[in-house]
């Protein structure tokens, strides 16, 4: 096959895929379905405790914070998405994607209190981060795994998403460490 044959079959599936993935939502994660409102209060709830707790004398170093966290777990759950280990099969709306009630919210704003907690308390990073990764993969995914609202395949399973939520918090904690290091050197300067 030819470069640009290639690229028609590609969005020719692509297309397809798109029309099945609006039918399914229309059927089963439509407004009208119970699941369809859960994954919004998912998405909303925790946006408003986090602006209702954020310390807004750091709100930048923190929200960098929360945005690296979703900014990883956005890329981790395109990775999990496309090859089916990790599936959200209900969703707000078919053109975003799947898991942004998660990957947008929940998570970074669960992540996001822990390092505004720990970094204002002088509290164990380390340990509250697992206990957080442990709520959310042994805990929310164990539920939202007996409601049907995600599927696991290939393998994969609260442990895995434990160890890949602990990964992401401590890759997101080194960022902002970084980035707020360079910054206090250049005001320093």
Not at 125 to 148: C, Q, S
Request: glycine share 4%; aromatic share 24%; hydrophobic share 50%.
């Amino acid at each position: 096959m030819s470069y640009s044959e290639y690229w028609e079959q590609i969005y020719s599936q692509s297309e397809k895929m798109n029309s099945l993935i609006t039918s399914y939502w229309r059927e089963f994660s439509g407004l009208t379905t119970w699941q369809f409102w859960v994954v919004l209060a998912l998405m909303v709830l925790p946006l408003i405790l986090v602006y209702l707790a954020v310390d807004r004398s750091r709100i930048f170093e923190i929200f960098f914070f929360g945005y690296t966290v979703h900014i990883l777990w956005t890329y981790a759950d395109s990775f999990f998405e496309r090859y089916s280990y990790f599936v959200h099969t209900y969703f707000l709306f078919p053109m975003f994607p799947y898991a942004l009630n998660m990957t947008a919210s929940a998570l970074p704003v669960g992540f996001l209190l822990i390092y505004q907690y720990c970094t204002n308390h002088r509290k164990s990073f380390l340990l509250y981060t697992i206990l957080g990764a442990a709520v959310f993969a042994f805990g929310f995914a164990t539920l939202e795994e007996w409601a049907g609202i995600v599927h696991f395949n290939k393998g994969m399973n609260q442990f895995y998403l434990f160890l890949i939520d602990v990964a992401i918090a401590f890759a997101a904690y080194f960022l902002t460490m970084f980035v707020k290091r360079m910054s206090e050197n250049i005001k320093g300067k």
